[in-house]
């Protein structure tokens, strides 16, 4: 029997599959933040949203939400369509 080769991936595999946070030119974990606020963690969302960059609140005004436009979630088929 022949030893079974077992490659582990690392971060950027796993990164890459986090199509939000990819398409943000700064890259804030956006599902990580609304997940914080839905947890009721807003002190941990904020700080979520304001680590990647210096200038949150001025991205916050002007941003165009490219991971709105990126998130898997809008790829899912919903109970209503046919």
Same mark, same amino acid.
């Given at each position: 029997?022949? &030893?079974?080769?077992?490659?582990? &991936? #690392?971060? /950027?595999? +796993?990164? #890459?599959? =986090?199509?939000?946070?990819? !398409?943000?030119?700064?890259?804030?974990?956006?599902? #990580?933040?609304?997940? !914080?606020?839905?947890? #009721?963690?807003?002190?941990?969302?904020?700080?979520?949203?304001?680590? &990647? +960059?210096?200038?949150? /609140? =001025?991205?916050?005004? =002007?941003?165009?939400?490219?991971?709105?436009?990126?998130?898997?979630?809008?790829?899912?088929? /919903?109970?209503?369509?046919?």
């Amino acid at each position: 029997m022949q &030893p079974l080769k077992v490659e582990v &991936p #690392g971060e /950027s595999y +796993h990164a #890459g599959l =986090i199509s939000c946070q990819m !398409a943000c030119p700064v890259r804030t974990d956006a599902r #990580g933040y609304v997940r !914080a606020i839905a947890e #009721g963690r807003f002190e941990e969302a904020y700080l979520i949203a304001r680590v &990647p +960059h210096p200038f949150a /609140s =001025i991205c916050g005004r =002007i941003c165009g939400a490219p991971c709105e436009a990126a998130c898997r979630r809008g790829k899912v088929p /919903s109970i209503d369509d046919d």
